[in-house]
């Protein structure tokens, strides 16, 4: 018997958190899975792992409460690749599974691994473009005399 984890992870309080969980549950039924345990961080970014339903869930996995966790895609545990593998070693270590639900890959298997590390990469690849998009923005703005930070109150 299947014992299942999900994780679900948005950046802003305001987004809402019910695309992931309603992919995960459709993943679920497809599979003969129900979900035994619901961990979700709202308003917390992929750069870091400190999140409290992550670090719940970790916790919870250190018992072997659960032998899957499920993800809408990977980057909701990290987008920082060497945060993403070292989650998944620790999780392996207690000999639970990880799956993305849209991604439709499975760890379990040589070609899921290689593909896991791949879109690792390109989530990392991702933010980094972000951050730097970001920087390239301020300083245009600066340069044309614009006012940067928060309104005084």
């Known amino acids: 018997m299947n014992k299942i984890a999900a994780y679900i992870r948005v950046s802003k309080k305001e987004l809402n958190v019910e695309n992931q969980r309603r992919a995960i549950i459709r993943y679920c039924q497809a ?10 961080d709202e308003g917390f970014s992929g750069a870091t792992l400190e999140r409290p339903e992550f670090e719940k869930m970790m916790d919870r996995a250190s018992y072997r409460d659960f032998d899957k966790i499920l993800v809408y895609k990977f980057d909701r545990i990290s987008r920082n690749m060497m945060d993403l593998l070292s989650v998944y070693r620790k999780i392996k270590e207690y000999h639970i599974d990880l799956l993305s639900v849209t ?51």
């Open 31 to 40: 599979q003969g899975w129900v979900v035994d345990y619901w961990f979700i």
């Open 103 to 153: 991604e439709y890959v499975d760890t379990t298997n040589p070609y899921g691994k290689l593909l896991f590390y791949m879109i690792g990469a390109f989530a990392e690849f991702e933010r980094e473009m972000t951050i730097m998009r970001t920087k390239e923005g301020l300083a245009r703005a600066k340069a044309s005399g614009q006012k940067l930070g928060r309104r005084k109150i």
